[in-house]
């Protein structure tokens, strides 16, 4: 089963920035929808920002909406995360995540549960 591939977590201060990769490239065929996603110590896991793979529509959770921008590398097939001004309370495991659609899919959805396939998670911690 094909699984999407976080990269590019670490540890950052507050106020800086940072970009998060996701290898997509067992999701080329067909038509999906894919997600970034976190979740903190006892926290329910919460969307940060998806994109579909035909469709320029985007949509951004309430948490980090106005400092992140998700975006789609075809030529790379990754789907990135580009984070600005983090604050400590961003520290979580983020997660990247894909879903099937079709030619007759008209909704983005972020919702975690309507999503199948997970990567492992990348740690971002932000701390002074």
């Known amino acids: 089963q094909a699984q999407p591939v976080e990269s590019g977590g670490g540890r950052v201060q507050p106020g800086e920035s940072l970009r998060l990769s996701c290898d997509i490239s067992?999701?080329?065929?067909?038509?999906?929808?894919f997600g970034w996603f976190r979740q903190g110590p006892g926290r329910k896991r919460e969307a940060v920002a998806c994109?579909?793979?035909?469709?320029?529509?985007?949509e951004y959770g309430a948490s980090m909406k106005g400092r992140v921008a998700i975006s789609r590398e075809d030529d790379l097939n990754t789907v990135s995360l580009q984070m600005i001004r983090l604050r400590p309370e961003d520290t979580s495991v983020y997660y990247c995540?894909?879903?099937?659609?079709?030619?007759?899919?008209?909704?983005?959805?972020?919702?975690?549960?309507?999503?199948?396939?997970w990567g492992q998670g990348t740690q971002v911690t932000v701390s002074s």
């Open positions: 067992g999701f080329t065929e067909g038509y999906h929808q």
């Open positions: 994109l579909a793979s035909d469709d320029p529509t985007k």
């Open positions: 995540a894909a879903r099937e659609t079709s030619a007759f899919t008209i909704w983005l959805s972020c919702a975690p549960d309507a999503y199948t396939h």
